[in-house]
Antibody, heavy 114, light 112 residues
Framework: EVQLVESGGGLVQPGRSLKLSCAAS????????MAWVRQAPKKGLEWVAT????????YYPDSVKGRFTISRDNAKSSLYLQMNSLKSEDTATYYC???????WGQGVMVTVSS | DVVMTQTPPSLSVAIGQSVSISCKSS???????????LHWLLQSPGRSPKRLIY???NLGSGVPDRFSGTGSQKDFTLKISRVEAEDLGVYYC?????????FGAGTKLELK
């Protein structure tokens, strides 16, 4: 059974950093691109980042480019999202997902507030 | 960026009714490989999204065949035949043809 389990969320002040993790199981992690998608409270879905199987290619929307970094450790079947220079508008539930969106984690809440 | 326009924003239905949701993109979603990367997701209340349909018309694993997807280029439709209570929630279309990947704003399906 495919499972994606996120961790690392919490309350953080504006301008600070936070790193999210996603532990994958039930499939050959190294064979799949992976992604992060977020959802602000009571809002829709927003794609945040995608990473290739080897990690050599990464993709971001302008809203997070230069502040967020997606990475992976295939030996540990783990996906990461390093979030720097956080803003209040980054407040959201962050989901780890396997493209094209066939599996999702339960989500982890990130609140950026002073 | 590709803008995904979903209509209607909300639908009120009775169990057993059939409904359709429209999703229109601002650009063609046909990729250079000839495939169209348009997907449909359902987010039930308090849950993570679940993929229903991928590449326009392919049913996801375990998804009932009451769900069907059609369309091409820039115009797509999700049809739900014989709505059941478990179908309630917010439906999203999503494109993964062009970066940045984008989602529609969602269509909320509620009980009448």
């Amino acid at each position: 059974e495919v499972q994606l389990v996120e961790s690392g969320g919490g309350l953080v002040q504006p301008g600070r950093s936070l790193k999210l993790s996603c532990a994958a199981s039930g499939f050959t992690f190294s064979n799949y691109y992976m992604a992060w998608v977020r959802q602000a409270p009571k809002k829709g879905l927003e794609w945040v980042a995608t990473i290739s199987t080897s990690g050599s290619r990464t993709y971001y929307p302008d809203s997070v480019k230069g502040r967020f970094t997606i990475s992976r450790d295939n030996a540990k079947s783990s996906l990461y999202l390093q979030m720097n220079s956080l803003k209040s508008e980054d407040t959201a539930t962050y989901y780890c997902a396997r493209p094209p969106y066939d599996y999702w984690g339960q989500g982890v809440m990130v609140t950026v507030s002073s | 960026d590709v803008v995904m326009t979903q209509t209607p924003p909300s639908l009120s239905v009775a169990i057993g009714q059939s409904v359709s949701i429209s999703c229109k993109s601002s650009q063609s979603l046909v990729y250079s490989d000839g495939k169209t990367y348009l997907h449909w997701l359902l987010q039930s209340p308090g849950r993570s999204p679940k993929r229903l349909i991928y590449q326009v018309s392919n049913l996801g694993s375990g998804v009932p065949d009451r769900f069907s997807g059609t369309g091409s280029q820039k115009d797509f439709t999700l049809k739900i035949s014989r709505v059941e209570a478990e179908d309630l929630g917010v439906y999203y279309c999503a494109q993964t043809t062009h970066f940045p990947y984008t989602f529609g704003a969602g269509t909320k399906l509620e009980l009448k």
